[in-house]
């Protein structure tokens, strides 16, 4: 699961690589000193059968979102906004599809508002499509659910995407996901098929 220390960079607020240096001359000498901040991480389960493991971030850029889908019954299902992670190569064994050769990931901030009924934001199967062709399937062990949002509540959560295709080449993405009813009266659910522009 995301920890505090995870979520504050995953938060959507932008990383960049950090290392500051300073130099003094004078006539009769120099010294130097030099400081270099650790690169910035990024903590992924790259394998069920392994812990987490700190991949290195390259840079990083948050896209803003204004989507929204009230479609079903006025429950609002709505992108607040996207992060496109470059990281260093690693290796994601998905459960499904296999090993994924990844480049980076995608973190995706949403939120639900239950206005008809009671609904379950079981979003474990969800999958994101890039532009390039590059298609993954959640990393259902890093995002973070919103599990059962009450009627009149808004609820938010992170959807991790290991990525395939180079973050700073994709301009668009796809989004599949679903939503539903949590009520024994009630079956229903929603799914989604959402079209994401990367503007600059």
């Known amino acids: 699961m995301l920890s505090l220390a995870f979520l504050a960079p995953l938060s959507l607020a932008a990383c960049s690589d950090q290392s500051s240096s300073s130099s003094s001359h004078s006539n009769t000498g120099s010294a130097t000193s030099s400081k270099v901040v650790k690169r910035p991480t990024i903590d992924i389960t790259t394998s069920t059968a392994s812990g987490s493991k700190s991949i290195a971030i390259k840079s990083a850029k948050v896209y803003n979102s204004n989507i929204s889908d009230s479609s079903w019954q006025g429950n609002i299902f709505k ?30 901030k949403y939120s639900i508002k239950a206005v008809a009924f009671d609904v379950d934001g079981d979003t474990d199967t969800s999958n994101l499509t890039t532009n390039l062709g590059g298609q993954t399937n959640i990393d259902y062990l890093d995002s973070q659910d919103t599990n059962t ?10 959807m991790v995407f290991p990525l395939t295709d180079n973050p700073s ?30 503007s600059k």
């Open 149 to 158: 949002v009450n009627k009149g509540v808004t609820k938010t959560g992170i």
């Open 79 to 108: 992108i607040d906004a996207i992060k496109m992670i470059t990281t260093k190569p690693f290796k994601y064994h998905d459960d499904d599809d296999g090993i994924y050769n990844s480049k980076g990931i995608a973190l995706i």
């Open 169 to 198: 080449s994709i301009k668009s993405l796809r989004l599949k996901t679903s939503i539903d009813a949590n009520s024994v009266k009630n079956d229903s659910s929603k799914d989604y098929d959402l079209n994401i522009n990367l």
